[in-house]
């Protein structure tokens, strides 16, 4: 099973889904659509990250529930998965929301892959599938939602979401919002889980 859940981790990953999704996105024709959905995925991104600075750089955390910050596999996943399983789906409404579905199964499950993987606690993946499907929904509260994107923009979008992590393999976000956090708290290390 740890395999399961580590290839439902990797479908996460913010160098797959930020690549996928803003190609996409930009293909679309201008709506209020798309710039919502850029919106809410900007602001789940960059409310992940602050609280992951805020533990990781000044240990600011909820230890009674092991909150440390949002995990970002559950909060990004939730919020690209569903919007994109919506637009591939087409137009009819009963295809939007299977799409709309099956993008939220695939969320929770890689939500729940970060529990068994000692990656996150419980209260980190539910607050950041909460947080993710909250800017999913509001995303597609926007009306009309766009017709399906043509099958050469998919094509396009999923190989750079498959080709561009493959680029730099060693670089990990992880790593990034750590030497961010050591660089704006002016410490040498980071807090880390049950070091406060």
């Known amino acids: 099973m740890p395999d399961v859940w580590k290839l439902l981790s990797s479908l996460g990953d913010s160098r797959w889904l930020?690549?996928?999704?803003?190609?996409?996105?930009?293909?679309?024709?201008?709506?209020?659509?798309?710039?919502?959905?850029?919106?809410?995925i900007a602001l789940t991104a960059a409310l992940?990250?602050?609280?992951?600075?805020?533990?990781?750089?000044?240990?600011?955390g909820i230890a009674d529930i092991?909150?440390?910050?949002?995990s970002g596999h559950a909060a990004m996943s939730s919020a690209i998965y569903p919007v994109?399983?919506?637009l591939l789906a087409g137009t009819p409404r009963p295809a939007r929301i299977a799409?709309?579905?099956?993008?939220?199964?695939?969320?929770?499950?890689?939500?729940?892959?970060?529990?068994?993987?000692?990656?996150?606690?419980?209260?980190?993946?539910?607050?950041?599938?909460?947080?993710?499907?909250?800017a999913a929904?509001?995303?597609?509260?926007?009306?009309?939602?766009?017709?399906?994107?043509?099958?050469?923009?998919?094509?396009?979008?999923?190989?750079?979401?498959l080709t561009l992590p493959i680029a730099p393999p060693h670089l990990r976000t992880h790593q990034i919002v750590v030497e961010l956090a050591k660089w704006l708290s002016g410490r040498p290390v980071v807090m880390q889980r049950h070091s406060s």
Do not use: N, Q
């Open 18 to 40: 930020l690549p996928m999704i803003a190609i996409l996105l930009i293909s679309l024709p201008r709506s209020s659509f798309k710039w919502r959905a850029l919106a809410a």
């Open 99 to 134: 799409g709309f579905s099956a993008g939220t199964i695939l969320a929770l499950l890689i939500g729940w892959s970060r529990i068994p993987l000692h990656a996150h606690s419980v209260s980190e993946v539910v607050a950041g599938l909460v947080l993710g499907l909250s």
């Open 137 to 161: 929904a509001w995303s597609l509260r926007s009306k009309p939602l766009p017709a399906r994107p043509h099958a050469w923009i998919l094509a396009v979008s999923l190989a750079a979401g």
């Open 48 to 60: 992940t990250l602050a609280s992951k600075l805020a533990y990781m750089g000044w240990g600011l």
């Open 66 to 70: 092991d909150f440390t910050g949002f």
């Open 84 to 86: 994109a399983g919506t």
